[in-house]
């Protein structure tokens, strides 16, 4: 049984989905500490002009700086930033090969209004997850899982793994400076780094830009996205 706790993000890049995919169980880490200017609420497409452009969701946070990131509101007003964004993917991904099955999925949930900025992300990942045809995976939110016994930030996460019964936890390669390994060894849950390689794939507007959000990929690719994502 291997588990993922990733933190939810909007629209994330490819090797999230790809984390997903090698997982049993699949968790959103969404009762620890909101991080401001990160992928929680903002992620990049690629413009016409070949160049990055970020999409940011505006959020409830100023002057709430222990908020968990549960508890996030976004913020509606008549800027409509769901019309910008969905006005923006249109206007650069248009002329994608798989843009008439892809956008309806993006403007469902843009336009669903959510309050909570976790709730729109998790819900979308979830529908992309299926797009891509991921569908073996458990996704559940830690904020349902009851779990407030521990000390430390490595101690939560053995504790979810627990929860599920894990034999295994899949982690980013960034985790390696603060993980410590000592506590899954004791609960025998074999630690596993991502190592994630991004693959190439044939892009729109000029040289290849990576680490974009994973909609670039699935304009571009369609249902082949899983199979490149893989690779």
Known sequence: MRVTI???SYIPWIGYFDQINKSDVFVFFDDVQYTRRDWRNRNRIKTTKGEEKYLTVPVEAKGNYDALIKDI????????WE??????IKENYRSAE???EVFPILERHLLEKYEYLSDLNCELTRELSEYLGIKH????KSSG???TNYNDSTEHLVNICKKFNATSYLTGDSAKSYMNEEM?????????????KHPEYNQLHGKFLPYLSIIDLLFNCGKKSLSILKA
């Open 6 to 8: 990733l933190q939810p």
């Open 73 to 80: 509101k976004i913020h509606y007003d008549n800027k409509c």
């Open 83 to 88: 019309k910008s964004h969905l006005g923006l």
């Open 98 to 100: 798989f843009f008439p």
């Open 137 to 140: 995976v458990q996704f559940v």
């Open 145 to 147: 899982l009851g779990i």
């Open 184 to 196: 899954f060894k004791k609960e025998n849950i074999e630690l596993k780094y991502h190592g994630y």
